[in-house]
């Protein structure tokens, strides 16, 4: 039964570049979140995406915009990239509909901008 | 962004002994959970919370939901070297919410040999 998967698993960047981060949610979970986590804090929602679309969203620009796929897989996008985007970005799946569904979070990809 | 205060944010303890530590927010919350997280690694879901008062343990954890619902403690007991890690601890305002959560900024629990 595979867990949450992300790759890439590290990610060096330049300012004002774009990336791309992707996630396989968990067998059978229909829902992705997106956080960030930067060094030596907690992880910071990003969004939500359910039937690919944006359920929620957390206090983030618009630099930063998601995908969810058919499948259920989803991409964050990062846009003009800034020094402060450094940090590790965690996806995390779960069940919709389900009551008291926890979150289940992949090992992240440590982005660093340069 | 808001974050939940735990505390300590750092404890260093001898193997065996108990652990305690706490985490406090501004408003209520009606889900609590507590994660661990070690190096490297995204946070796994240790003990999940979901009413006033409950006291819930998953083998030498021990969490409970504070009655004013603006706080939460977890206890390690007998402590052993894989405790050894990052512990957050987690939020919603809604019972079983999953969306939006708010997480603490963490306590780093180290084992002195």
């Known amino acids: 039964d595979a867990g949450v998967t992300q790759s890439p698993t590290h990610l060096i960047k330049t300012r004002g570049q774009q990336v791309t981060l992707r996630c396989s949610p968990k067998s059978g979970h229909d829902t992705v979140s997106w956080y960030q986590q930067a060094l030596g804090q907690g992880p910071q929602f990003i969004f939500q995406y359910y039937e690919e679309e944006e359920r929620q969203r957390g206090n983030f620009p618009d630099r930063f915009s998601g995908h969810q796929f058919p499948n259920y897989s989803s991409e964050l996008n990062v846009n003009a990239l800034l020094l402060g985007d450094s940090a590790l970005y965690l996806c995390a799946s779960s069940l919709s509909g389900t009551v008291n569904s926890p979150l289940h979070f992949g090992n992240g990809t440590r982005l660093t901008v340069t | 962004g808001q974050q939940l205060n735990q505390s300590p944010q750092s404890m260093f303890i001898q193997e065996g002994e108990d652990v305690s530590m706490n985490c406090t927010s501004s408003s209520i919350f009606n889900t609590w959970l507590w994660y661990k997280q070690d190096p490297g690694e995204g946070p796994v879901l240790l003990i999940a919370l979901y009413k006033a008062g409950e006291l819930t343990s998953n083998g030498r954890l021990t969490a409970q939901f504070g009655i004013t619902r603006k706080d939460s403690f977890l206890n390690i007991s007998a402590s052993i070297p894989s405790d050894v890690g990052i512990y957050f601890c987690?939020?919603?305002?809604?019972?079983?919410?999953?969306?939006?959560?708010?997480f603490g900024t963490g306590t780093r629990l180290t084992i002195i040999p």
């Open positions: 987690a939020g919603h305002p809604w019972v079983g919410g999953n969306e939006k959560l708010t």
